[in-house]
């Protein structure tokens, strides 16, 4: 059963996504990051200004099929149509269709925006009806 994580209190959720993506990659798994298109564009462009040091390889889920496979970090609008079955980051406000094909799913909630809480809370309710265990991820104990 998928394990499902909830990492709250997310002051930028995009830089979160980047720096989770930093870690995931560096830890060898496979990464796959839904959000919509929008989102995605402003994410592929903060993965490539980030520091040599800390890039992350990665690329669109409709990119070619070698780079695809080869590609440790996909960004795709639909977790669905996903190579990686690894880590799955929803940065989407619906639970990602899918989802149940990965090992993992982090949910990234926003420290700010209630609105988007209240769409977690909405996520969190429907993966607990479903019998996933859920593990809580305070951003802020953590120091972000």
């Known amino acids: 059963m998928t394990e499902v994580a909830f990492h709250f209190n997310a002051p930028d959720k995009l830089a979160y996504a980047c720096r989770f993506a930093r870690k995931v990659q560096r830890s060898g798994a496979r990464l796959v990051i839904t959000a919509p298109a929008e989102a995605l564009e402003t994410l592929d462009r903060m993965l490539w200004a980030m520091a040599p040091q800390d890039f992350v390889a990665h690329c669109r889920s409709d990119a070619d099929e070698e780079l695809v496979l ?21 940065l989407n406000t619906e639970v990602p269709e899918g989802f149940g094909r990965f090992d993992r799913l982090v949910e990234v909630v926003s420290a700010h925006d209630e609105a988007d809480r209240a769409e977690a809370r909405s996520r969190w309710r429907h993966y607990a009806s479903r019998g996933y265990a859920i593990t809580r991820h305070d951003l802020v104990l953590k120091g972000g």
């Open 70 to 90: 080869s590609s440790p970090v996909l960004l795709a609008v639909d977790a669905r149509s996903s190579a990686h079955h690894e880590v799955l980051l929803n």
